[in-house]
C-alpha cells in the first residue's frame, strides 16, 4: 500500500510506518506521477481536507462542499476511488463513484471493493465516461462563456 501526501505519516501509528508493505511518500507529487499511482491501484481513498485544517489558511471558516480537483483526476485516469461523503449528486451518482461515512464504513467499503472487481471497474469506467462528457475543460470554458454572455446582454 502506498500512501502520498504532505503530513500522512501522523495520522499512521508509529508501530506500523515500518510495514513493510507499506509505502509512505510525505510529499507533494507531480500530476503525472499521480497519475501513474492512480492508473496502477486498486482503490484510491481521496478524503476531503477539512474546512478547518490551519493549512487552508481559511480565516472565515467558509466550508467546501463540493468535490476537489482530485475527484475528477483520479476519475479521468479511470481509477476506482472512495470519496468521504460529500454531496456527489450533481457530478457524479452512486453508480460513478463509491463514498464512505465513517472510518468503519471506510474499512468495510475496501474490503467489499477489493473483492468485487468487476463491480469496482465499472464504477472506475463510469466515473471516467462521465469525467469526458462534462467536466473537461472546454465544459468549463463553455460555462464561463455562458456565464459572461448573460451578463453582458442583462447589463
Known sequence: MTVIGKG????IPKRKRKHPYLQIIDRWIPPDKAALFYCNAKIVLN???SHLL????NRFNIENRSLNNR????????????????E????FADRDI???SSCQDCVEKITYYLTHEAIR???????RQQVL???????RAAEINKLVQAYRKNR
Not at 500522512?8 to 495520522?11: G, K
Not at 490551519?54 to 489558511?57: I, L
Request: hydrophobic share 40%.
Open 71 to 86: 475527484t475528477f483526476d483520479i476519475a479521468a485516469c479511470q481509477a476506482f476511488q472512495l470519496i468521504d461523503n460529500k
Open 47 to 49: 478524503p476531503h481536507r
Open 121 to 127: 471497474k465499472k464504477k472506475a469506467e463510469n466515473a
Open 88 to 91: 456527489v449528486a450533481p457530478s
Open 98 to 100: 463509491a463514498t464512505f
Open 133 to 139: 462528457a462534462e467536466h473537461l475543460m472546454i465544459h
Open 8 to 11: 500522512w505519516h501522523n495520522h
Open 54 to 57: 490551519h493549512v487552508n489558511n
